[in-house]
């Protein structure tokens, strides 16, 4: 009886473990056979096409892109200094009494939900950037401005996290030859937990492109190319969120179906990178 | 200037810098924090909790339809996540251990956990909503369970694994079959880890927002069928700050404070769990 009972265990948990890797490979097929319509009808020109009209039939995705990628990278670029900044302070610079206190408040940051920054960046943060810059207040520079707060609290606990991972005597070592702060974390603590901070800023940025709350109250949801990031734009998420319940056709859902499989490929690899090529590194190494 | 004098000037300008940066940081962190409570607590009265949705300007709109919503749908995904995440973490500690496959299943489950959430309102549309030709309860809470799933499943192997291997050996030698060990023993071992990462889960995908949108969409009244459209406070919220009408913003912010601090205190709770876990 025992034995019997020990065996449907063993293949109650494996089937449910076994059963996770084949909902992510429907979630694929899933949405590859509802893209088939305009991967059909637009090719590869769905990637390289910057009108997106649905009243006209015709759908490209290069608007979406290029905001996915150009508020990321502005997220990236805000968020990355003062991460490190806040990372040192946490772990190298805070008095004990003081790190932990500002360690837990950083780590519950990033347990908010991006709804709520989403929603503070429209209700506050818009106002700035319509009378620091004029026009709507909405655009590309916003998101990316309210990406990268939403995203800083992940990064800054991270990174403290690889810095943390720096033995003592290490450390230590390099305080007995005279070094300041400064020369130990940039010639100790830096270079030991490079590949572990690599790694997470890859993640971070991994999050970031598939974020869809925080930026969307404040990008605009408008289908345009424009390098005056003071201009309204659009996002491969943003645009999801906007006009899925709006989709009033076959090719239009695919279409948007097709944006869906295209974000979950990009994040799929930048994620991918940032855990085999980085943390896995650090894993061995630690 | 002696080369020393120059590294200790390097050095305070990188530490101000660093200060600077951490208090620029918090500064902007905790100017959120503050919009969130205090537009929460001025949103917030007895209204909100018993009466549902109203159309803009009347004085007795609520919030009750969104919180009942919510839990129901945050309940049935944990209600299904959380056994299927603690068994598959099992096989992955318990049976898997260091095999080629229980290493996929853990590497696919960690890219899961920052994989885009929208994508997975878009797949459960794609399976759920369209077939059913309606939005519904069930479909929002299956897209958070599939959220929830490598959550649980990653704590649970993990947690499992910081069991003792001796305990598990002492068990066997007493004879008893593994499924015996592992409910009996191990679990027992684990249990406050494995209760943290549950409420972390929870806490996690109770802030959801994106796969709700075409999942379990909205509703502005008081539904309890789950088979129908449903409000959730994270989608109302969205709905509200978005809308043009004052007295519905303001109800956003009650949303945005009360599921904030659920959240929060999901996280605080875990966090004593395993604090007093380290503790002993």
């Known amino acids: ?286 | 200037m002696t080369h020393t004098q120059k590294r200790i000037v390097v050095n305070n300008v990188v530490m101000v810098l660093s200060a600077l940066s951490a208090l620029v940081g918090m500064g902007f962190l905790f100017w959120i924090l503050g919009v969130l409570v205090l537009n929460g607590i001025d949103a917030l009265n007895w209204a909100i909790f018993v009466n549902e949705g109203a159309p803009p300007g009347y004085e007795e709109s609520g919030l009750k339809h969104a919180m009942i919503g919510q839990l129901y749908i945050v309940g049935v995904a944990t209600f299904f996540g959380v056994p299927l995440g603690i068994l598959a973490g099992t096989y992955l500690s318990e049976y898997g251990q260091k095999a080629k496959l229980a290493e996929i299943i853990r590497d696919i489950s960690d890219i899961m956990m920052s994989a885009p959430s929208i994508v997975i309102g878009a797949f459960v549309y794609a399976i759920i909503v369209a077939p059913m030709g309606h939005f519904s309860g069930w479909a929002g809470s299956v897209a958070l369970t599939i959220i929830m799933l490598p959550i649980i499943l990653r704590t649970t192997d993990d947690m499992l694994n910081l069991v003792p291997s001796t305990l598990r050996e002492a068990a066997f030698a007493l004879g008893a079959p593994k499924y015996k060990v592992i409910i009996q023993i191990v679990y027992r071992g684990a249990k406050a880890g494995i209760l943290t990462g549950v409420l972390l889960g929870v806490a996690r995908v109770a802030g959801e927002t994106a796969p709700l949108l075409f999942t379990s969409f909205n509703d502005n009244f008081l539904n309890t069928d789950m088979m129908e459209p449903m409000a959730s406070l994270t989608v109302t919220m969205y709905n509200y700050a978005t809308s043009p009408y004052e007295d519905w913003q303001k109800l956003g912010w009650a949303a945005a404070f009360i599921l904030s601090m659920f959240i929060l205190g999901l996280n605080i709770i875990g966090r004593i769990f395993l604090l007093k876990k380290r503790g002993k």
């Open chain 1, 1 to 286: 009886m025992s034995a019997i009972v020990d065996k449907f265990f063993f293949y109650l948990t494996r089937t449910i473990a076994l059963g996770i890797l084949l909902i992510v490979a429907w979630i694929f097929v899933e949405l590859f056979n509802n893209s088939l319509d305009s991967i059909q009808a637009f090719g590869f020109d769905f990637i390289t096409e910057d009108k997106w009209a649905p009243n006209l039939e015709k759908f490209g995705a290069l608007p979406a892109i290029y905001g996915s990628v150009i508020s990321t990278f502005l997220a990236m670029l805000l968020a990355i200094p003062l991460a490190i900044g806040v990372a040192i302070f946490l772990s190298e610079l805070a008095p004990a009494k003081l790190k932990t206190p500002f360690g837990v408040s950083i780590e519950l940051l990033a347990a908010i939900p991006s709804v709520i920054y989403g929603m503070w960046g429209l209700f506050y943060f818009v106002p700035i950037i319509r009378d620091a810059f004029g026009g709507v207040g909405i655009s590309m520079l916003t998101a990316g401005i309210v990406l990268s707060i939403m995203i800083l609290p992940f990064i800054a606990a991270v990174t403290r996290d690889a810095m943390n991972t720096t033995p003592d005597i290490l450390k230590e070592s390099a305080y007995a030859l005279g070094g300041t702060k400064w020369d130990v974390i940039k010639d100790i603590v830096i270079p030991y937990a490079k590949a572990g901070i690599i790694g997470s800023f890859i993640l971070a940025l991994g999050r970031a492109i598939g974020e869809t709350m925080a930026v969307t109250f404040v990008m605009g949801n408008v289908h345009r190319i424009s390098a005056d990031l003071t201009q309204p734009a659009t996002s491969i998420p943003v645009t999801l969120a906007n006009e899925f319940n709006e989709a009033d056709s076959g090719l239009y859902y695919s279409s948007l179906f097709e944006l869906s499989l295209l974000l979950l490929v990009i994040s799929f690899t930048i994620i991918s990178i940032a855990k085999f090529y980085f943390l896995r590194r650090k894993r061995i190494g630690a």
